[in-house]
């Protein structure tokens, strides 16, 4: 299909506005203090929140 008109310069540029991309959210751990995303397990220690904590193995 194509457009009945011909979007105007300023209707095509209104639009890319919302097109940009934002960085991931990141929280620092309150255990150990490295980035982490929210409401996810640290990657350092596998603190989650207070009275939940993953075990991590770590087999390098
Ligand atoms: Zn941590």
């Known amino acids: 299909m194509l ?3 011909r979007k ?3 209707q095509s540029r ?4 919302h097109q ?4 991931p959210a990141a929280v620092h751990c309150p ?4 980035a982490k995303f ?3 397990a ?9 009275g ?3 075990k991590l193995s770590k087999d390098e």
């Open 3 to 5: 457009p009945v008109q």
């Open 8 to 10: 105007t310069r300023t």
């Open 14 to 17: 209104k639009g890319r506005s």
């Open 20 to 23: 940009a991309m934002r960085r």
């Open 31 to 34: 255990n150990c203090g490295t």
């Open 38 to 40: 929210p409401h996810s």
């Open 42 to 50: 640290c990657p350092e220690c596998g603190y989650v929140r207070p």
């Open 52 to 54: 939940l904590k993953l």
